[in-house]
């Protein structure tokens, strides 16, 4: 039964019960949360001593911080070492070796494949010897651009088990994006395959890798699974099937043992300037972020089927498809196809015929499955599930009363995880059988995790209910540790806006009660569809076009992907607006980012409105999409303050 007080859901009997994790309740979560307050150090080393098979268990916790973090990376548990897929796989093969691992789930409904602990292990070492005899050495770069397939976390599991340093690069990027990435880590070799498949489509994967690698030379080597047999063009100095290159591998394959700070895995992620960066997460920390995390929110039990419908190209799936899970010994599930195909079903379907217990998907997804209506749902028995879980953008009271009343029946309990790809594993989340939870509200920081909300204007700390940016005062396992060969770009980044405390780039409000409301990006970060873009990216994108002069770009409210993209241009002399432009347009941003970028609204003006100095203010173009052109505020400070009214009265919202 459902109680409910004051906007606060309790946690219902079938979550709390028989819970075998230390935080089973939340007296539980305080006394954690003091434990590592008290002494982070002690704690995480007690955690990670517990959680993960190291091969010399470190002794050491957190080395320098925030204040040095200009001279270099702060470390954890530097002097341990281990190799992370002794976590995920050796480890799970005497308790577990029958058990699935994988759980995959094709494009067509039905098409499973389940692999065990014993078979993946076997799998990644066979590739990891695939990729040893192809050249690749410890601490080389390799890309994966593939669909959601096994082999996909199996190409990752392998560059862990030899020490190379995987960047997965989702499929939905364009051939220039994937250049820029190949180039930025000076990538070895690429791992991808025939075609991908999604919704009955074929996607060629192929083929974007080879126009992003013409005229390039770095990459020596392209190891191709077959995934649809579709057509592909070869280039046989260069490009290797994984069919015939892994499948003769022998199936064991020693761990390269490493350092703790060992780089794991590098991951592009969009921030308000410039081109991607890449994040790079190391071994130790990361793997020992992941695991607690995903063990404590989703109270993991041993029969769980658990359910995360990200892809594997964004850290969602990097941390909660393949290193939390495994390293819990977990099943986890890669799901190939979308939420609607072949309808709006899909998900329930699967979770009764897989007996899914835990899903974790993003609002955005919520929002579509509930807009095509309860019959979808109600079509299927979903008395499996015990926990529902969101990531990558708020979520609106009315898309999370629909998941806890029509998904889960109101036996379920919803936990709504705020993190970041720079944080590694979730920070601010409820511990599923713990916390009582708003709708709306990520709730608290975990144990370890240290949030501040600073006063916009002033910096100063908030105390209290309050309303500010949040960052964080103290550095945890899992944070990333640089920029990929810009260090300095890191420290830009996160550490120069507030000195001394981590800025996440988000607001936040707390409540009385101490709950934290994520209130978005407050940097030119947009998030649509819980997939994380750089307005400076769509710019530099629609200015590749002849017929811009000048372009901004701002995020806007969205009913469904939560935001929008509203690009407003300035065109050369001689060209004119058009639908047929419009569209010439979003072909050049394709393009450039790839399918997953789309302008929503074009809006031409004839200037952009500036400071005397040139700045583009940016703050008035997101007042105007947002449709509060009249609340404007303070313009005296522009160059020509007439075009505001241009883009006031041409606004297209
Ligand atoms: C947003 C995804 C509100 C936030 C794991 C953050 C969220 C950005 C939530 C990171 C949440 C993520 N509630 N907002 N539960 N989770 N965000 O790097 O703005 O793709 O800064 O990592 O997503 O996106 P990223």
Same mark, same amino acid.
């Given at each position: 039964?459902?109680?409910?007080?004051?906007?606060?859901?309790?946690?219902?009997?079938?979550?709390?019960?028989?819970?075998?994790?230390?935080?089973?309740?939340?007296?539980?979560?305080?006394?954690?949360?003091?434990?590592?307050?008290?002494?982070?150090?002690?704690?995480?080393?007690?955690?990670?001593?517990?959680?993960?098979?190291?091969?010399?268990?470190?002794?050491?916790?957190?080395?320098?911080?925030?204040?040095?973090?200009?001279?270099?990376?702060?470390?954890?548990?530097?002097? #341990?070492?281990?190799?992370?897929?002794? %976590?995920?796989? &050796? /480890?799970? $093969? =005497?308790?577990?070796?029958?058990?699935?691992?994988? +759980?995959?789930?094709?494009?067509?409904?039905?098409?499973?494949?389940?692999?065990?602990?014993?078979?993946?292990?076997?799998?990644?070492?066979?590739?990891?010897?695939?990729?040893?005899?192809?050249?690749?050495?410890?601490?080389?770069?390799?890309?994966?651009?593939?669909?959601?397939?096994?082999?996909?976390?199996?190409?990752?599991?392998?560059?862990?088990?030899?020490?190379?340093?995987?960047?997965?690069?989702?499929?939905?990027?364009?051939?220039?994006?994937?250049?820029?990435?190949?180039?930025?880590?000076?990538?070895?070799?690429?791992?991808?395959?025939?075609?991908?498949?999604?919704? #009955?489509?074929?996607?060629?994967?192929? %083929?974007?890798? &080879? /126009?992003? $690698? =013409?005229?390039?030379?770095?990459?020596?080597?392209? +190891?191709?699974?077959?995934?649809?047999?579709?057509?592909?063009?070869?280039?046989?100095?260069?490009?290797?099937?994984?069919?015939?290159?892994?499948?003769?591998?022998?199936?064991?394959?020693?761990?390269?043992?490493?350092?703790?700070?060992?780089?794991?895995?590098?991951?592009?992620?969009?921030?308000?300037?410039?081109?991607?960066?890449?994040?790079?997460?190391?071994?130790?920390?990361?793997?020992?972020?992941?695991?607690?995390?995903?063990?404590?929110?989703?109270?993991?039990?041993?029969?769980?089927?658990?359910?995360?419908?990200?892809?594997?190209?964004?850290?969602?799936?990097?941390?909660?498809?393949?290193?939390?899970?495994?390293?819990?010994?977990?099943?986890? $599930?890669?799901?190939?196809?979308?939420?609607?195909?072949?309808?709006?079903?899909?998900?329930?379907?699967?979770?009764?015929?897989?007996?899914?217990?835990?899903?974790?998907?993003?609002?955005?997804?919520?929002?579509?499955?509930?807009?095509?209506?309860?019959?979808?749902?109600?079509?299927?028995?979903?008395?499996?599930?015990?926990?529902?879980?969101?990531?990558?953008?708020?979520?609106?009271?009315?898309?999370?009363?629909?998941?806890?009343?029509?998904?889960?029946?109101?036996?379920?309990?919803?936990?709504?995880?705020?993190?970041?790809?720079?944080?590694?594993?979730?920070?601010?989340?409820?511990?599923?059988?713990?916390?009582?939870?708003?709708?709306?509200?990520?709730?608290?920081?975990?144990?370890?995790?240290?949030?501040? $909300?600073?006063?916009?204007?002033?910096?100063?700390?908030?105390?209290?209910?309050?309303?500010?940016?949040?960052?964080?005062?103290?550095?945890?396992?899992?944070?990333?540790?640089?920029?990929?060969?810009?260090?300095?770009?890191?420290?830009?980044?996160?550490?120069?806006?507030?000195?001394?405390?981590?800025?996440?780039?988000?607001?936040?409000?707390?409540?009385?009660?101490?709950?934290?409301?994520?209130?978005?990006?407050?940097?030119?970060?947009?998030?649509?569809?819980?997939?994380?873009?750089?307005?400076?990216?769509?710019?530099?994108?629609?200015?590749?076009?002849?017929?811009?002069?000048?372009?901004?770009?701002?995020?806007?409210?969205?009913?469904?992907?939560?935001?929008?993209?509203?690009?407003?241009?300035?065109?050369?002399?001689?060209?004119?607006?058009?639908?047929?432009?419009?569209?010439?347009?979003?072909?050049?941003?394709?393009?450039?980012?790839?399918?997953?970028?789309?302008?929503?609204?074009?809006?031409?003006?004839?200037?952009?409105?500036?400071?005397?100095?040139?700045?583009?203010?940016?703050?008035?173009?997101?007042?105007?999409?947002?449709?509060?052109?009249?609340?404007?505020?303070?313009?005296?400070?522009?160059?020509?303050?007439?075009?505001?009214?241009?883009?006031?009265?041409?606004?297209?919202?």
């Amino acid at each position: 039964m459902k109680e409910q007080m004051q906007d606060t859901w309790a946690v219902p009997e079938r979550v709390r019960e028989g819970s075998p994790n230390p935080i089973a309740d939340f007296d539980g979560f305080l006394r954690a949360r003091h434990a590592a307050e008290v002494d982070p150090d002690g704690f995480w080393l007690g955690q990670t001593h517990r959680l993960l098979s190291w091969r010399t268990a470190p002794t050491v916790g957190l080395d320098g911080g925030y204040h040095t973090v200009k001279d270099g990376p702060f470390s954890w548990f530097a002097d #341990g070492t281990l190799n992370v897929t002794e %976590s995920c796989l &050796d /480890a799970n $093969l =005497e308790s577990r070796g029958d058990k699935t691992a994988i +759980l995959w789930e094709g494009d067509e409904p039905g098409d499973v494949r389940r692999i065990s602990y014993r078979e993946l292990h076997g799998e990644v070492c066979k590739a990891a010897n695939a990729l040893r005899e192809l050249g690749v050495q410890k601490g080389e770069r390799v890309i994966i651009y593939m669909g959601m397939v096994p082999e996909a976390a199996i190409a990752m599991l392998a560059c862990a088990r030899i020490g190379a340093i995987h960047s997965v690069v989702f499929g939905g990027f364009s051939a220039e994006a994937l250049r820029d990435r190949v180039r930025d880590c000076g990538a070895e070799l690429i791992v991808t395959q025939d075609e991908g498949l999604r919704a #009955g489509r074929t996607v060629g994967l192929k %083929s974007t890798v &080879d /126009a992003a $690698l =013409e005229g390039e030379q770095g990459v020596r080597r392209v +190891l191709v699974y077959r995934r649809t047999g579709g057509e592909v063009a070869w280039n046989p100095d260069r490009d290797v099937w994984w069919h015939e290159s892994v499948g003769k591998q022998s199936p064991e394959c020693p761990a390269e043992i490493v350092e703790a700070e060992h780089p794991l895995f590098i991951l592009y992620t969009s921030g308000s300037t410039g081109r991607p960066k890449g994040v790079l997460h190391t071994s130790g920390g990361y793997l020992t972020w992941v695991t607690y995390t995903f063990r404590t929110v989703f109270d993991l039990r041993d029969d769980d089927v658990f359910a995360c419908m990200a892809d594997i190209g964004w850290i969602t799936g990097h941390s909660y498809i393949v290193y939390g899970p495994l390293a819990n010994g977990a099943t986890s $599930l890669m799901f190939e196809s979308t939420p609607v195909y072949p309808d709006a079903g899909r998900y329930w379907d699967m979770v009764q015929r897989l007996g899914i217990t835990i899903i974790y998907t993003a609002p955005t997804a919520i929002r579509a499955l509930a807009a095509q209506g309860d019959d979808f749902v109600q079509k299927y028995d979903r008395s499996s599930l015990r926990i529902l879980g969101t990531v990558g953008e708020p979520i609106n009271p009315d898309a999370w009363k629909w998941y806890y009343d029509v998904v889960g029946e109101g036996r379920c309990t919803i936990v709504d995880t705020w993190w970041q790809t720079e944080t590694g594993g979730m920070l601010i989340s409820p511990i599923a059988p713990a916390t009582p939870v708003r709708p709306g509200s990520a709730t608290f920081a975990l144990p370890g995790v240290a949030p501040a $909300l600073l006063e916009p204007e002033t910096g100063r700390v908030l105390h209290g209910p309050a309303e500010g940016h949040l960052v964080m005062t103290r550095p945890w396992p899992g944070q990333a540790r640089t920029v990929y060969g810009d260090h300095e770009r890191y420290v830009s980044t996160y550490f120069s806006t507030w000195p001394g405390v981590y800025f996440t780039g988000d607001g936040c409000r707390r409540d009385a009660e101490g709950y934290h409301w994520i209130t978005g990006r407050i940097d030119d970060v947009i998030n649509v569809s819980g997939h994380r873009m750089g307005t400076a990216e769509f710019e530099a994108a629609l200015i590749a076009h002849d017929a811009v002069a000048e372009a901004a770009v701002v995020g806007y409210p969205h009913d469904l992907k939560g935001q929008g993209v509203y690009a407003y241009l300035v065109l050369q002399p001689g060209h004119e607006a058009s639908a047929g432009l419009e569209k010439a347009l979003n072909g050049v941003v394709r393009e450039i980012i790839g399918a997953v970028a789309k302008v929503d609204i074009f809006q031409f003006v004839p200037g952009l409105p500036k400071t005397r100095s040139g700045k583009v203010m940016r703050r008035i173009l997101r007042k105007v999409a947002e449709g509060r052109g009249d609340q404007l505020g303070d313009t005296s400070t522009l160059a020509d303050p007439s075009v505001v009214d241009a883009i006031r009265e041409g606004a297209r919202v």
